[in-house]
């Protein structure tokens, strides 16, 4: 049985291997790859998922996880080879279904889509998408369909980034959020507001560079298992595991897209890095979900990096280098300003406060583009009906609205509500986390954030993909994704700074 | 029948998207992959090109050959698609009697002889290296027994870079060339010597680079289908034909590495993007053989980029670069300089005169090793004899002598000779392209290089891989490969110079 296991894995690192090929020519296709290499770059990518899908859903994988449930059946639960049997088990189950035709064809359209996408954002022009929009729309759903029975028609989509997760589950935590997010919301909007026009000045790229270089070695990003480029778009790339990079965005005339941006991936990356060894190049090599990714992200770039203990050390250090700009702003006006609440059109650009109404507006449109109630031509109206009801601000044009997100045009619909449940999930861990280290406060004051790092380690990043997200989480704090500690951390944080 | 042709042409493709894809993988191996990332990066490149072996020795390809035989007998034997099969068949043929399991055993064994190289060259110790190198030549040997009979055992180690020539036709070149190389060396230093310390003194990285881009930019480089980027080794990498790039090296108190480097791989870059778009994605879609390759950068670097009407041009700039350490060295003197002939022991910093001397003892050593007439713990006594006896100087110690090079640690062996067949070809056509282009030298001297590029496109570029290095040097130049033109070339150049 041993063999057949070690033929199974030596399928699925060879696997893991093709997707750590794909990593690089995507991570390279954003950074470094010179503008005619586009063409090309599609058909390696092409055929290099194809390979890895291939070979993924091949028979003999299926033989061998038929021949292997037996002996996994006896194993500890948890032991990593039951765990790789089971996720492999459900993911192989899943993946089998889908056609390469579909996923050829989601590849073709959604490469033309992607470039109209780009023009439409351009020339604020939604009917040019529009056409696009529903051939993907079409497409998610035929693939959905290939899952039939289900709850709901949303789910095997969700399911791709949340394994596990309902449909249910997430309207039933949002439906449960929104109110109360709505009222803090509202409750900040009439007090007075706070000040951060200082973060908006000219703000040398090279030291932005540098200050954000210095907070993420410091969090204990391994430069000799990283490195940091610029790109259009952040982003982080895991290369096999032993290679995770991240790339940031720096604007000359703000501060903060450029040191949120590298806490923020630093935060992914640090997760990716610190898996334990034993589960690389397999299924279980990589986070537990995108919630799970987004919540480590969020926690550093947050939790950690918008809180004043952190400040009160990093403030002195910031102030000079930035001498011109920040030297006249003390740490409390720092502090509130770069926790300003101010509802706005860019999820991208969006405060703590406001951040998940963005998400739960396009999950409501998601829902209704797959359930069919909602056309594709109506998208811009819904859109903006609900940012008047969520947000109370309407985009001056769809390309402040709808056209803002690339996700769509990729074929990424499933996608958008991980980034709210990370939020959730973050401040769920951060409670259970400063009841274990009731002195983290004042180790963040020192600049130590090792026994912070050692903690995600034990709880979260060391278990690879080995539980579904909603198992972890309830392992960890004891219970599923809940908002109630987000809530509570709102109202704490926003409480004390806006007076609510 | 253009179904089979088309289902062929498909595989081929998705086999050049591996390659391509391992191709990145091997630039960002050199360029940017952290450290970290070297253990997982081994797996990918084995992966990748397990796979890409894989798809192209499958049956299919096999059955698809054999099936379209019949039909590209009909054709016109330089078209395309005749001599795609041509070629693909050869590999085929050739790559299909080689056992997966050889081809993973020379990965392994290379993988820790490369490591054993990089210390025994640090530490100035063969023997660390020495039992290593017997596994590499033993496989190598081996490898050539697969394509038994053959009228020499190294045939079919040099074939894999130069499809069709035989080892006895390099050696009668060889022969031929060799005495008449070491006379003109030996006239040369008979003579009073040419000044070269000028270019050795300090010069500002950046502005190297910059005068690198603006030669090579005038060459034709195309930067929206390249780049160019730091490593230790110079190297051109094409990923999929759209995309090549080259890396070069500067050396911070010597002009002469960063500045003939960039043309050397320009020289490289300029025949990979300049090959059919038709070939792309296929076994046609690469230079002709390494010699062809080499025949191309050494003719950027030395035949235009060494010549006096090439400085006519660029010298005044270069002066302006470098005002201090040039401003008062006339041209006569720079000429003369970046054509010192000096015996060395070092191959990759020898001149013109004497480089190919350097090649002939490496052919000599690995003929012997390969027809196991020279056993590897001798290699140095039989590298500082030959030393002693072509170019008068004996290396102090190995790691200036037999260690100086990494191929053989890789298992390359069968490649050192193209270097020099190279040369010898880059003359050769370069006495064909004065006579088609009486005013080249008038050409370069103004910096126009468009109608050499045209040439070159017409020639030899287009064609891809659609003809062996000798059929295409007869079709241009009327004769296969030899020295004649090259000792030409040199006792011109240096007779001039030295006045022998």
Redesign the interface.
Same mark, same amino acid.
């Given at each position: 049985m041993e063999d057949k296991l070690k033929q199974l894995q030596t399928i699925l690192? *060879?696997v893991s %291997?093709?997707y /750590? /090929? /794909?990593g690089?020519?995507g991570w %390279?296709q954003q950074t +470094?790859? @010179? @503008?005619? &290499?586009a *063409?090309?770059?599609g +058909? =390696?990518l092409?055929?290099?998922e194809a390979?890895a899908h291939q070979k993924f859903t091949s028979q003999e994988v299926g033989k061998l996880l038929d021949e292997l449930q037996p002996y996994a059946d006896q194993l500890d639960p948890d032991a990593n080879e039951a765990r790789l049997i089971k996720v492999t088990r459900r993911s192989y189950d899943k993946q089998a279904k889908v056609p390469a035709e579909l996923i050829t064809e989601m590849a073709q359209v959604t490469a033309v889509a992607h470039q109209a996408w780009t023009e439409a954002r351009a020339e604020n022009n939604f009917p040019k998408f529009q056409p696009h929009l529903q051939k993907v729309v079409e497409l998610r759903c035929r693939y959905a369909e290939l899952f039939a029975p289900y709850d709901h028609i949303y789910d095997p989509l969700l399911d791709d980034f949340e394994p596990g997760l309902k449909t249910a589950d997430v309207k039933m935590i949002f439906e449960n959020l929104r109110p109360q997010q709505v009222a803090i919301v509202r409750a900040i909007a009439a007090k007075p507001q706070v000040e951060a026009g200082f973060l908006y000045q000219p703000f040398d790229e090279q030291k932005q560079w540098d200050f954000g270089v210095k907070v993420i070695s410091s969090f204990g990003y %391994?430069?000799?298992? &990283?490195?940091q %480029?610029r790109s259009a778009h952040p982003f982080t790339q895991s290369?096999?595991? =032993?290679?995770v990079?991240i790339t940031t965005r720096f604007n000359p005339n703000y501060l903060g897209t450029g040191l949120f941006g590298t806490m923020h991936e630093a935060g992914h990356a640090l997760y990716e890095l610190d898996i334990d060894p034993a589960l690389?190049?397999s299924p279980l090599g990589s986070g537990a979900s995108l919630a799970v990714h987004e919540s480590q992200s969020r926690m550093w770039e947050n939790l950690v990096g918008r809180s004043l203990p952190f400040w009160e050390h990093f403030y002195p250090q910031l102030q000079q280098a930035f001498p011109a700009q920040l030297g006249n702003v003390p740490l409390s006006k720092f502090y509130q300003g770069i926790n300003q609440v101010h509802p706005s059109f860019i999820r991208v650009e969006a405060d703590e406060a406001t951040y998940n109404l963005h998400i739960m507006l396009r999950l409501e449109i998601e829902l209704a583009l797959i359930e069919r109630t909602l056309q594709v031509k109506d998208l811009p109206e819904a859109w903006n009906t609900r940012m008047k009801e969520y947000l109370g601000v309407v985009p001056e044009n769809d390309a402040q609205g709808v056209l803002q997100d690339v996700h769509w045009s990729g074929g990424m619909i499933g996608y958008f509500s991980t980034y709210a449940l990370g939020n959730l999930v973050s401040a769920q861990l951060w409670e259970r986390i400063n009841l274990d280290l009731p002195d983290l406060p004042e180790q963040i004051r020192k600049g130590e954030f090792s026994t912070l790092l050692s903690w995600l380690h034990e709880k979260i990043h060391c278990h690879g993909a080995k539980f579904e997200p909603q198992e972890l989480i309830q392992r960890i704090t004891g219970s599923k994704i809940d908002p109630a500690a987000y809530v509570r951390y709102l109202r704490g944080k926003y409480g004390e700074i806006y007076g609510i």
């Open positions: 690192a *060879e %291997d093709l /750590a /090929a /794909a690089l020519l %390279d +470094y790859m @010179p @503008p005619g &290499g *063409e090309g770059r +058909y =390696q092409g055929t290099v390979l %391994d430069w000799k298992h &990283g490195r %480029d290369i096999g595991g =032993q290679d990079r690389r190049r």
